[in-house]
């Protein structure tokens, strides 16, 4: 057993996982998992710069993981940074903070290796499944990427695409700092056309039309889950492994688009940070499933937190 802490700083969450990693079992168990809403990416895509305020909000959940880690022993940390840093141009000063707060250098990787890590964090457990058919296409929609990845044991082929929901919401929502609530009928066509030609350059290098199970990742998937499922509360475990149809995606989808700030956020599953991104998120795993016919999406909450700690486990 190595216990490890894996950190994941997206473009709108950071997570934490310390866990004990046995590799002769395969097992991951658990000891801490938790995320914060810090919208790291606040902006960037129209300022090319992380905001002061989004920094500040994101060293804040460093320095209480740190303690957790601290408090935990973890033997090795790992720190993944993804698409917001990658993409702006003050990334020094955010690479400094973390260094400063948790003693690890940020590792800002590729589109490539964030997809890699992602399969297998989320298809470790599902290779054993004989009810699942092989190839595996995973599908980690983020805030400001969506990587897709094709693979049985191993990945065949992968690629990243800048559409996400904090990148759809502000590129097609906002509008004099305010979001359209509910979107207009031109914005939402505006978000399935970035959408479609992000599924075209993915098709470029992943054949999405070969997928046999489409497993979906992240806040956004995780969220329409958990309101399909009828949720009282955010349950992680009858979470973990549903199964979603089409039919039901499109429907809780045409929910969050034609309702107001105030409906989602009465949504018992919401996650406050998550209330002005969502209705833009469901519409691209909407739009994956239409344009790689699948008929229901598996659902993990497994993903590219648990393959980062599996890459310290070794």
Partial sequence: MKRVAAIDCGTNSIRLLVADADPATGELKDL???????????????????APEALERTFAACREYAAVIKGLGAERVRFVATSASRDAEN?????????????????VITGDQEAEFSFNGATKELT??????????????????????????????????????VRMTER????????????APGQIAAIKADVAAALDRAEETVPLGEAATLVGL?????????????LGQYDSEAIHH???????????TGMLLS???????????????????????ALVLLSIMERTGAGEVVVSEHDILD????SLAG
């Fill in 32 to 50: 801490d998992r938790r995320m914060q809403i810090v919208r790291l990416g606040q902006g960037v895509d129209r300022t090319g710069r992380l």
């Fill in 91 to 107: 990334r020094d000063d955010f690479v400094r903070g973390v260094v400063d707060i948790l003693g690890v250098e940020p590792e």
């Fill in 128 to 165: 054993a499944r004989a009810d699942l058919k092989r190839p595996f296409l995973v599908v980690d929609i983020g805030g400001g990427s969506t990587e897709f990845v094709l693979g049985s044991e191993s990945v065949r082929a992968a690629r990243s695409v800048d559409v996400g929901c």
């Fill in 172 to 183: 097609h929502l906002v509008h004099g700092g305010d979001i359209s609530d509910p979107p």
């Fill in 218 to 230: 992240a806040g956004s998937v995780t969220t329409v889950a958990a309101i399909a499922l009828g």
């Fill in 242 to 252: 549903s199964r979603i149809s089409l039919a039901k995606v499109r429907e809780i």
């Fill in 259 to 281: 309702s107001t700030h105030a409906e989602r956020a009465a949504i018992p599953v919401m996650h406050p940070g998550r209330v002005d991104v969502i209705a833009a998120g």
């Fill in 307 to 310: 393959g980062i700690a599996w």
